[in-house]
T-cell receptor, first 115, second 109 residues
Framework: GAVVSQHPSWVICKSGTSVKIECRSLDFQATTMFWYRQFPKQSLMLMATSNEGSKATYEQGVEKDKFLINHASLTLSTLTVTSAHPEDSSFYICSARYREPYEQYFGPGTRLTVT | GQNIDQPTEMTATEGAIVQINCTYQTSGFNGLFWYQQHAGEAPTFLSY????GLEEKGRFSSFLSRSKGYSYLLLKELQMKDSASYLCAVSSNDYKLSFGAGTTVTVRA
């Protein structure tokens, strides 16, 4: 149990375009999902908390109008990087909260490259 | 805020033991996690400590001292596949995770 998937696993896009990344909990319902970003040789940085049926809460310094999060169902959260720029190139990882508040299971990540 | 420190790199020989230390200063605490991350992959859960003491799980053990803001991950009988980055993460009062920068462990034959 507690499997989280992400799609796509990697994407290359041109500067100025938008990219949508999906995060799904496959065998459980997740009212809360988290989005992280990881630059090379750095640790995971929490970007935002996605709550089903309500607005996402963003960490300080993360532009909510640039990183749009939608958690429309109990098994799906999406992150849309709008007007992507090369500095947005990174490894984006989602996680879903499982049974206990402290349990998070991570998706396999999405490698975004903006050219 | 959270401040989490762990060594950048460690090297050990196959079959040996390695201890990765983590110190933290947090505004709230709901447990400490250790994750393993191979390059280009998502982190996988190794251990969770919320009370002081040692938690043992096969070749991996994790220790926590809340009063000292200190934890360590002990890897025994090292195998080549254990070469990875090991992330220390602290869960705050709202259960958000803050990660350390990770310790890259290289296992040599």
């Amino acid at each position: 149990g507690a499997v989280v998937s992400q799609h796509p696993s990697w994407v290359i896009c041109k500067s100025g375009t938008s990219v949508k990344i999906e995060c799904r909990s496959l065998d459980f319902q997740a009212t809360t999902m988290f989005w992280y970003r990881q630059f090379p040789k750095q640790s995971l940085m929490l970007m935002a908390t996605s709550n089903e049926g309500s607005k996402a809460t963003y960490e300080q310094g993360v532009e909510k109008d640039k990183f749009l999060i939608n958690h429309a169902s109990l098994t799906l959260s999406t992150l849309t990087v709008t007007s992507a720029h090369p500095e947005d190139s990174s490894f984006y990882i989602c996680s879903a909260r499982y049974r206990e508040p402290y349990e998070q299971y991570f998706g396999p990540g999405t490698r975004l490259t903006v050219t | 805020g959270q401040n989490i420190d762990q060594p950048t790199e460690m090297t050990a020989t196959e079959g040996a033991i390695v201890q990765i230390n983590c110190t933290y200063q947090t505004s709230g605490f709901n447990g400490l996690f250790w994750y393993q991350q191979h390059a280009g992959e998502a982190p996988t859960f190794l251990s969770y400590n919320v009370l002081d003491g040692l938690e043992e799980k096969g070749r991996f053990s994790s220790f926590l001292s809340r009063s000292k803001g200190y934890s360590y991950l002990l890897l025994k009988e090292l195998q080549m596949k254990d070469s990875a980055s090991y992330l220390c993460a602290v869960s705050s009062n709202d259960y958000k995770l803050s990660f350390g920068a990770g310790t890259t462990v290289t296992v040599r034959a």
